[in-house]
């Protein structure tokens, strides 16, 4: 697969992506930012200048060694105005390096909300437990 | 002699692998929580209860067709990468 200077490749599968997604309204602005990020990634890849390497001990308890992420939207803005965020794996396929989609949701949840944040689901789907 | 300790050889599950063996996938159909949902026995013998979360990362790495890169192999390729802290 060509990769275009500074960006990588990125694969999607239909059924984390929807799972995901399912989790928001439709027309919700989260689903708006997934799906918009999906198709830019697909068409054009991922700029590594947004990339960041997850920690393998989160502030939240989770832990995603060799995982990437970006903050979504993907536009010049603070921190606190991308609430997004969308975790990735990076593969090495015969066509060469691919980052592979693993979750999406919000990076922080308001006090006292439960549901998880985009860093719980990528930890369940990369220990098959809770953090 | 049996002491009563748990033996850990070489090429047993790790408790990671085992934590995935004890998470099961229900189908729940009432109204309000129509769907899959997994559940998880904690520590403390409660049973955590969590939307479906679907395929894990190895599965999506075998569905792609691909291996997963080291972390270090990723940087060599693309330089290297910030951190926040925050996950």
Redesign the interface.
């Known amino acids: 697969m060509a990769t275009s200077r500074g960006r990588?490749p990125a694969?999607f599968?239909d059924?984390?992506f929807g799972?995901d997604t399912d989790?928001y309204r439709s027309g919700s602005r989260a689903c708006d930012v997934a799906e918009l990020a999906r198709r830019r990634f697909e068409a054009e890849g991922v700029p590594?200048q947004a990339?960041?390497?997850?920690?393998e001990e989160?502030?939240?308890g989770?832990r995603?060694?060799?995982?990437?992420?970006v903050y979504l939207p993907l536009i010049e803005a603070p921190?606190a105005e991308r609430p997004f965020?969308m975790v990735f794996?990076?593969?090495?396929?015969?066509r060469g390096?691919?980052l592979?989609?693993?979750a999406f949701g919000v990076?922080?949840h308001p006090k006292g909300s439960h549901a998880?944040?985009?860093?719980a689901?990528?930890h369940?789907?990369?220990?098959?437990?809770?953090p | 002699m049996d002491r009563g300790g748990l033996a850990v050889r070489r090429g047993d599950p790790t408790i990671e692998e085992v934590a995935k063996r004890m998470t099961k996938t229900v189908t729940l159909t009432e109204p309000e929580l129509a769907g899959q949902w997994d559940v998880e026995p904690l520590d403390d013998g409660r049973l955590l209860l969590s939307r479906h979360t679907g395929p894990s990362v190895d599965e999506l790495a075998r569905r792609a067709g691909g291996e997963r890169l080291s972390p270090e192999e990723f940087e060599r390729r693309f330089g290297h990468l910030p951190r926040d802290g925050e996950g």
């Open positions: 990588v694969r599968d059924e984390p799972l989790r590594v990339l960041m390497a997850c920690d989160g502030r939240d989770t995603l060694e060799g995982l990437l992420k921190a965020g794996d990076p593969i090495d396929t015969e390096s691919v592979n989609y693993v990076r922080h998880p944040t985009v860093y689901i990528a369940r789907r990369l220990h098959g437990r809770s």
